[in-house]
T-cell receptor
Framework: DAGVTQSPTHLIKTRGQQVTLRCSPKSGHDTVSWYQQALGQGPQFIFQYYEEEERQRGNFPDRFSGHQFPNYSSELNVNALLLGDSALYLC??????????FGPGTRLTVT | GQQVMQIPQYQHVQEGEDFTTYCNSSTTLSNIQWYKQRPGGHPVFLIQLVKSGEVKKQKRLTFQFGEAKKNSSLHITATQTTDVGTYFCAGGDSGGYQKVTFGTGTKLQVIP
């Protein structure tokens, strides 16, 4: 049984560009949450998807958007990248409100 | 918005010593989750507490949820080098769709 997978593992982008990160949840999970983790800090909640709808959102600008597909996989899109967007982006899947299983993350560097 | 703080921020202990990290939320929580993140890794779920005053044990780890459901603690007895990492608490809010707010984390270093 595969756990949570994310792609790509590393990414380097230039300021102003757009990026799409992908996540496949653990088998049987229906909820996907995205987090941003800056170096030395705790994960910051971006948003959560359930039944293909965004049902919770953290304090992130509209440049951050997402999508969940019928197979429960999810994408995180970030437009107009800023240097401050450089971070580890974590995807976590869960079944309703139960424990979250995190993927290995995507390390995004904005130059 | 909800804030979750943890103390201490860093802790260095000699192998075999005990370790405790404390977690405090600005609002009442529906549940508290604990995660461990090894250097270069991702958070790994340890446990979830739901009931007021709940205490759970996992081998050398003891987790408590406060009576007011606003604070929690994780205690490790007789630390080992494998305990090295950052421990995060994460509070679930009381809303219909649970939003989880991670704490600031406690980084544990165990000196052999």
């Amino acid at each position: 049984d595969a756990g949570v997978t994310q792609s790509p593992t590393h990414l380097i982008k230039t300021r102003g560009q757009q990026v799409t990160l992908r996540c496949s949840p653990k088998s049987g999970h229906d909820t996907v949450s995205w987090y941003q983790q800056a170096l030395g800090q705790g994960p910051q909640f971006i948003f959560q998807y359930y039944e293909e709808e965004e049902r919770q959102r953290g304090n992130f600008p509209d440049r951050f958007s997402g999508h969940q597909f019928p197979n429960y996989s999810s994408e995180l899109n970030v437009n107009a990248l800023l240097l401050g967007d450089s971070a580890l982006y974590l995807c976590a899947s869960s079944l309703l409100a139960h424990e979250q299983y995190f993927g290995p993350g995507t390390r995004l560097t904005v130059t | 918005g909800q804030q979750v703080m943890q103390i201490p921020q860093y802790q260095h202990v000699q192998e075999g010593e005990d370790f405790t990290t404390y977690c405090n939320s600005s609002t009442t929580l529906s549940n508290i989750q604990w995660y461990k993140q090894r250097p270069g890794g991702h958070p790994v779920f340890l446990i979830q507490l739901v009931k007021s005053g709940e205490v759970k044990k996992q081998k050398r780890l003891t987790f408590q949820f406060g009576e007011a459901k606003k604070n929690s603690s994780l205690h490790i007895t007789a630390t080992q080098t494998t305990d090295v990492g950052t421990y995060f608490c994460a509070g679930g809010d009381s809303g219909g769709y649970q939003k989880v707010t991670f704490g600031t984390g406690t980084k544990l270093q165990v000196i052999p």
